[in-house]
């Protein structure tokens, strides 16, 4: 028998989620509208005036060949992050899923990198990377013979820079993969073990089809986290450089914005990257999903 709550006061419900509405409606809803309005007005540096101009802010952006190099670098880093650290995670949480001394403190030591800041994860990565103090880089040029300079080369930067971004969410993918293998009966890995599968074999017959609801999932937060959460990272490490090679869309938004203080130009690139955004999301929720096998 299924038990309900019942409320005195059909007023009661709608008090209960007022403060959430209110919170939500000024901090999401409120400067989404305000960032829309402004992306059709012209404004001077100081905001005093501005003026109704259309779409005149859009068709800068799509005739601006930065613009459109920043879209195209967006892509490629969104897809270079989501990728090594989806593979990544998922490597490391096989390994750590198998029956190991101290298995709990392995995985929580694992997850921990997930608590340190963008920045934080940036300067960290700077410090191993930089040509000139670097402790990896240093042993790159020395005992490898390569000529590393992320400072330089466009190149080099967007590889430090998608490592940072890629080790920091490692360990959020690391948490739902673990869980995901946790949830799969052992009884179907036994038997194919018994049937003579290697470990491999067993991993892409049973393992991976039923943590594709988990990959599923997992790939569409990293291309959020990559377009959004890494502005930390670029901010410190590189600030878009050497030459814009790592000028991501979010960045490009600060600089115009709060640097080059060009509100409308950079509301617009607000609008343009929340629309990519749903965009690619839609794509994969339409394309991907259906091969997504989930069990009943």
Do not use: C
């Amino acid at each position: 028998m299924i038990k309900r709550s019942f409320f005195k006061s059909k007023y009661i419900p709608y008090l209960l989620i007022l403060p959430q509405l209110l919170i939500t409606l000024t901090f999401f809803y409120w400067p989404a509208i305000q960032g829309l309005i402004q992306s059709f007005l012209l404004s001077d540096p100081f905001g005093r005036r501005s003026t109704f101009v259309w779409f005149y802010n859009y068709i800068e952006l799509f005739t601006d060949p930065l613009y459109l190099k920043s879209i195209m670098i967006t892509l490629i880093f969104s897809v270079l992050v989501a990728g090594v650290s989806l593979f990544l995670g998922l490597f490391i949480a096989t390994m750590a899923n198998r029956a190991l001394k101290a298995k709990a403190v392995v995985r929580t030591l694992l997850i921990w990198p997930y608590a340190v800041a963008p920045a934080i994860s940036g300067i960290l990565w700077l410090f191993l990377l930089h040509p000139s103090y670097g402790i990896v880089a240093l042993g790159i040029k020395n005992w490898l013979g390569i000529d590393w300079n992320p400072v330089l080369k466009g190149s080099d930067a967007m590889i430090m820079v998608t490592l940072a971004s890629a080790w920091k969410q490692i360990s959020y993918n690391f948490v739902f993969f673990v869980a995901g293998m946790q949830a799969i009966p052992k009884s179907l890995i036994e038997a194919a073990a018994i049937d003579g599968a290697s470990p491999l074999r067993r991993f892409w017959s049973i393992t991976f089809p039923l943590l594709s609801p988990t990959f599923f999932f997992l790939s569409v937060m990293n291309i959020i986290y990559s377009f959004f959460e890494t502005f930390g990272i670029i901010h410190t490490v590189t600030q878009g450089g050497p030459g814009g090679s790592t000028n991501i869309m979010v960045y490009k938004v600060y600089q115009d914005g709060f640097v080059g203080l060009n509100m409308g130009a950079s509301s617009a690139q607000s609008v343009v990257l929340m629309s990519l955004i749903i965009l690619i999301t839609v794509i994969q929720f339409k394309f991907v999903e259906k091969k997504v096998q989930y069990t009943g």
